[in-house]
């Protein structure tokens, strides 16, 4: 008789691992099945985590270059050693993985690698080299996340025409990249290559960059990336890529049709969006509901129309985020565990981690307009801040949405140097139901950029000191 379980992740991602490992903590015996040869989804290997380690490579890069003499730091020219700094990518995600296998054995996780099968109820088949085993197990947790969006009629190669996967790997700088699409990833990548000497042009086909967060943060920020070096083609797409021998021509029309334009490059790189992963995985046999654009549908406990399983993450609705996936998996080992796990779906933050970062919580000022909520804005600039004045970072501002009854947050959105840290404080006070006269009223310390989040929340009621 086989090994029997209590739950079984199919998928060993951000939500996978997270809930395997609270299911361990919570007395479940827990089984996890991955795909891949390495543990840690999408994101730690090649996705958020190898991103972040050129994007920080990347920014020094260009800082040691043009900004340290006006620290009185001089130094000579900066020359790029791309395999050094591919290598220290590698090197970030082999630790990171390695972690993920520490803390299974930690938590006397069983790990079984091949491409997991709901093959009936409560059985998983795992299919590895030539050889297939069936779990027994009480419960299945699908975890398998997403992969990248394809454009159709443009194929991906991974060597010219890149996908977000390719796009970490490039073995040289490209002179002329083109970026399909003016989301967060491409946005993120594309500032990569910029800095490391690409032209970039960005083809997207809304009229704006950043679908989804705040129209004010959004043009600003595109004003920013314009200054420094980023090319904008909005309202356009690419219909069309031919490979030659001198490179790539790359087919772009307006949206709505019109006259087309053929532009050169050395590499494109489709960046359009993802969608959930769920191929292979014998959801319509065992009789699982879908939903629109491939999604498994759940209720509000995460549990699928078939009783003993459930599915998270990037599979599911909501923003196809890692820490939405976390929080989904904590949650869903608690019920599991016969306890009450939630998520706050209000209050997952967002973040772009270019140079400067954007980061957003909550509703945007479109969202509350739509929703015929009265509210209050305060807004304030880093050009007044102290600290960024020292660190000759005074692009960006922070700015508070809050309801002009009650003055409870509602949404806070920020572009500045290390936003995506500052954001976490206004993600603290709205999941308690803060106002802006709480954040007020907080003492920050000084000098820090932080204070601008202070002085944001005393400009909703025109209270602010520095400006």
């Keep these: 008789m086989s090994e029997q379980f209590d739950v079984t992740v199919i998928g060993s991602g951000p939500g996978g691992y997270v809930c395997a490992i609270r299911c361990a903590q919570l007395g479940l015996k827990t089984a996890v099945v991955e795909k891949s040869p390495t543990y840690g989804g999408t994101c730690l290997n090649i996705g958020c985590i190898p991103s972040k380690a050129l994007l920080h490579a990347s920014e020094l890069f260009e800082e040691a270059g043009h900004d340290f003499a006006n620290l009185g730091i001089k130094i000579p020219k900066p020359k790029l050693d791309l395999p050094v700094m591919m290598q220290h990518k590698t090197d970030t995600i082999e630790a990171n993985t390695k972690g993920i296998e520490f803390l299974f054995?930690?938590?006397?996780?069983?790990?079984?690698?091949?491409?997991?099968?709901?093959?009936?109820?409560?059985?998983?088949?795992?299919?590895?080299e030539g050889e297939s085993q069936v779990i027994e197990t009480k419960n299945i947790v699908i975890a398998t996340g997403s992969d990248v969006a394809r454009l159709p009629g443009i194929e991906i190669d991974e060597e010219t025409v890149v996908s977000s996967t390719g796009a970490l790997e490039l073995t040289k700088v490209p002179k002329h990249?083109?970026?399909?699409?003016?989301?967060?990833i491409g946005l993120e990548l594309g500032s990569v290559w910029r800095r490391l000497g690409a032209e970039v042009t960005v083809v997207e086909f809304l009229d704006r960059i950043?679908?989804?967060?705040d129209g004010d943060i959004a043009k600003n920020f595109q004003r920013m990336l314009k200054k420094q070096g980023?090319?904008?083609?909005?309202?356009?797409?690419?219909?069309?890529?031919?490979?030659?021998?001198?490179?790539?021509?790359?087919?772009?029309?307006?949206?709505?049709?019109?006259?087309a334009e053929v532009l050169d490059a050395d590499v494109v790189l489709v960046a359009i969006g993802r969608v959930p992963y769920t191929e292979g995985l014998g959801l319509e046999e065992a009789g699982v509901t879908m939903g629109a654009r491939g999604m498994v549908e759940i209720n509000d406990h995460f549990q699928t129309n078939v009783e003993g399983i459930y599915?998270?993450?990037?599979?599911?609705?909501?923003?196809?985020?890692a820490h939405k996936g976390e929080d989904e998996g904590m949650a869903v080992a608690e019920i599991i565990a016969g306890q009450s796990g939630h998520v706050n779906y209000d209050v997952i933050p967002?973040?772009?981690?270019?140079m400067p970062e954007v980061a957003s919580v909550g509703k945007t000022e479109e969202e509350l307009k739509e929703a015929g909520i009265e509210y209050k804005v305060g807004?304030?600039?880093?050009?007044?801040?102290?600290?960024?004045?020292?660190?000759?970072?005074?692009?960006?501002?922070?700015?508070?949405?809050?309801?002009?009854?009650?003055?409870?947050?509602?949404?806070?959105?920020?572009?500045?140097?290390?936003?995506g840290e500052m954001i976490h404080e206004a993600a603290v006070l709205m999941e308690f139901g803060g106002s802006s006269e709480d954040l007020a009223r907080t003492c920050h310390a000084h000098p820090t950029l932080s204070e601008a989040v202070k002085e944001a929340a005393l400009g909703v009621e025109g209270r602010t000191i520095h400006i």
């Excluded at 950043?210 to 967060?213: D, H, I, N, Q, R």
């Excluded at 102290?386 to 572009?415: C, N, P």
């Design 177 to 184: 990249m083109i970026l399909v699409g003016g989301g967060v």
């Design 311 to 321: 599915a998270i993450g990037d599979v599911v609705r909501g923003p196809m985020l």
């Design 230 to 259: 980023m090319t904008f083609k909005l309202s356009k797409k690419v219909t069309g890529v031919e490979k030659q021998k001198s490179g790539l021509k790359v087919t772009v029309e307006p949206a709505k049709g019109g006259d």
């Design 379 to 419: 807004k304030f600039p880093f050009t007044a801040n102290g600290r960024a004045k020292s660190m000759r970072k005074t692009d960006g501002f922070v700015k508070v949405l809050a309801d002009a009854t009650t003055d409870r947050v509602l949404g806070v959105h920020i572009i500045a140097a290390a936003a």
């Design 105 to 128: 054995k930690k938590n006397k996780i069983t790990g079984f690698k091949g491409t997991g099968k709901i093959v009936g109820p409560g059985r998983v088949e795992v299919q590895g």
């Design 210 to 213: 950043l679908p989804g967060m």
């Design 350 to 354: 967002g973040v772009v981690y270019t």
